[in-house]
């Protein structure tokens, strides 16, 4: 049933972050509000990758089931030159799973979105829409926790207050003030019936990502093989040259000629009426500020590279909850919750993951996009590379952790600097 009185915790946006931290939260006995902007909870846009340290937590709600049969579970990840289309490294999905015990799969968003919704409404958390937060302060005496201001002047208040709204928080622009960063690269996204493209030359039981010069195209199947997803990003010269009307869809044709037969084919299939300009923000030390937090985009945005924003954000939201769980007394009511201890150890294990996905995720991006002799290099050291040695996936698809000591090592990326040009050449004319 809704919340009557106050809540213990409201939750700005309902977006994958919002709505899983408020399953999580709920899931501990907690009285959960969300309020969303829009006027109905949905998501836009097509596939989500989801790895294995998503799908952990997702088997812990009970709800991995569920999404496989909504998603797909392909074979293997492939990168590819999108030029040549040559394959540089191929990552076995099955052993992937076989090494951290849960599957990487792919989902629609709205699948996932609303997988969380129905739990979030089984679970009696309170979904409010046509609802936008204008304001953030904390009480007085910021124990007693903090209050909210709506657009039509009305205020509500609850002993935490997570700001999970995404790219553009309004909350981050009162508390930190910092800008969004633009990458100048646009995404363009599809969705597809998979006839569509059976004649295009595509793998349809995997991941496939082509890598090309300030481009690259990402395929994969969703919806139980029915629907086939393509994600075509670039570099947009109209963002390099100043222009604000960037991205359109005359420079991601320009951008992907001379890419190989199947990009090249995959191309017109884009939706043209919508794109996202890519941005993310730099990392920041400090997500908790009295009794309001910062969770999933608003508090980490990433560029999409390493396909781990979602997965943060509902990371976010179980590391909270265990949290909240632990710092409970067991005979208490499922409200007496330390808060202040709770937020600190949530800031204290998620600041310094985020960051370093979100430092991963723009080196790899660079990474992706070399032209030239640095991109025959990229190709020969990737085609180099040991799949099965596994320091390029433990630290970010092992299991979440709860506590700084139990964070892995990072794996370094690339040394592209140092690598022998003589053994590119080689490998490339082989
Ligand atoms: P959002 O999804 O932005 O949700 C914020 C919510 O808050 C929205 O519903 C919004 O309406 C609401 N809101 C905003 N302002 C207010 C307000 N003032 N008052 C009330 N409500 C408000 N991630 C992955 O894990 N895997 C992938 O494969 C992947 N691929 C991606 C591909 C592309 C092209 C892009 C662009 C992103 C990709 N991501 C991926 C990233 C992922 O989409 C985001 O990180 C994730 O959706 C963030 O979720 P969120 O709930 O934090 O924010």
């Not at 040549?84 to 099955?94: A, F, P, Q």
């Not at 793998?203 to 481009?215: H, M, N, Q």
Request: charged share 25%; proline share 6%; hydrophobic share 40%.
């Amino acid at each position: 049933p809704p919340t009557e009185g106050r809540p213990d915790t409201i939750i700005v946006g309902g977006g994958i972050g919002g709505l899983s931290t408020a399953f999580a939260l709920a899931r501990e006995g907690l009285r959960v509000r969300v309020l969303e902007r829009a006027k109905e909870f949905g998501e836009v846009g097509a596939g989500l990758q989801i790895a294995p340290n998503c799908t952990r937590i997702l088997d812990e709600y009970g709800l991995l089931e569920e999404a496989k049969e909504l998603g797909v579970v392909p074979e293997n990840m492939v990168m590819r030159d999108a030029l040549d289309s040559r394959e540089l490294v191929r990552l076995d999905l099955g052993e992937l799973e076989r090494r951290y015990g849960f599957p990487y799969m792919v989902i629609h968003r709205s699948d996932l979105h609303g997988l969380f919704l129905r739990a979030c409404r089984e679970a009696g958390v309170d979904l409010v829409t046509d609802q936008t937060v204008v304001d953030y302060e904390n009480l007085e005496n910021t124990a007693g926790g903090a209050r909210i201001t709506l657009a039509d002047g009305h205020t509500e208040e609850a002993p935490l207050v997570i700001a999970a709204d995404g790219l553009r928080s309004v909350a981050r622009q009162k508390l930190i003030g910092d800008d969004v960063v633009s990458s100048d690269y646009v995404a363009y996204r599809a969705a597809v019936p998979i006839d569509a493209v059976r004649d295009n030359g595509i793998a349809e039981k995997d991941v496939t990502v082509y890598v090309g010069p300030r481009c690259h195209f990402v395929q994969y199947a969703l919806r139980g093989g029915d629907m086939f997803n393509q994600v075509a990003v670039f570099q947009s010269p109209k963002a390099l040259a100043g222009q604000e009307d960037w991205g359109t869809p005359d420079e991601l044709d320009a951008a992907f000629e001379g890419t190989c037969e199947t990009v090249g084919k995959g191309i017109p299939l884009m939706w043209r009426d919508r794109w996202w300009q890519m941005m993310d923000r730099d990392p920041i030390d400090t997500w908790v500020h009295g009794r309001i937090v910062l969770l999933g985009d608003a508090a980490h945005p990433p560029l999409q590279y390493m396909a781990q924003g979602a997965i943060m954000a509902i990371e976010d939201g179980w590391v909270l909850a265990r949290h909240v769980s632990r710092l409970r007394a067991e005979d208490a009511a499922p409200s007496a919750v330390d808060w202040d201890a709770a937020l600190a150890a949530y800031e204290a294990v998620r600041v310094e993951h985020c960051r370093r996905v979100l430092t991963t995720a723009r080196a790899w991006g660079e990474l992706w996009h070399l032209d030239g002799p640095e991109r025959l290099q990229r190709n020969a050291i990737m085609r180099g590379l040991d799949p099965a040695e596994y320091a390029f996936t433990d630290w970010v698809y092992g299991p979440t952790a709860l506590f700084p000591d139990e964070e892995p090592p990072m794996f370094q990326p690339i040394p592209l600097a140092s690598a022998d040009i003589e053994q590119s050449e080689t490998a490339v004319s082989d």
